[in-house]
């Protein structure tokens, strides 16, 4: 797959990832939105970690910076 994240898109996605677990870890999410942003955390990890989002391709959005 063609990378259609730029550098800031993938920082920022995984800087909310680390920030939703820290909530996480010190007890401020329980319950079904622990489950629903765990959830979350996981996809944002995963796109901003490949660099790859599957939502921006039917737009053909890319936030890449071409080289």
């Known amino acids: 797959m063609k990378k259609n994240m730029g550098t800031a ?7 909310i990832a ?3 677990v820290i ?3 010190v007890g ?3 319950g079904t939105a622990a489950i629903i942003l765990g959830i979350l955390v996981v ?3 995963v796109t901003g970690l490949t660099g790859v989002c599957p939502a921006y391709m039917p737009f053909n959005f890319s936030t890449k910076k071409d080289a």
């Open 9 to 15: 898109d993938r920082v920022i996605r995984t800087v």
């Open 18 to 20: 680390v920030g939703i």
């Open 23 to 25: 909530l996480f870890f």
């Open 28 to 30: 401020q999410i329980s």
């Open 43 to 45: 996809l944002l990890l």
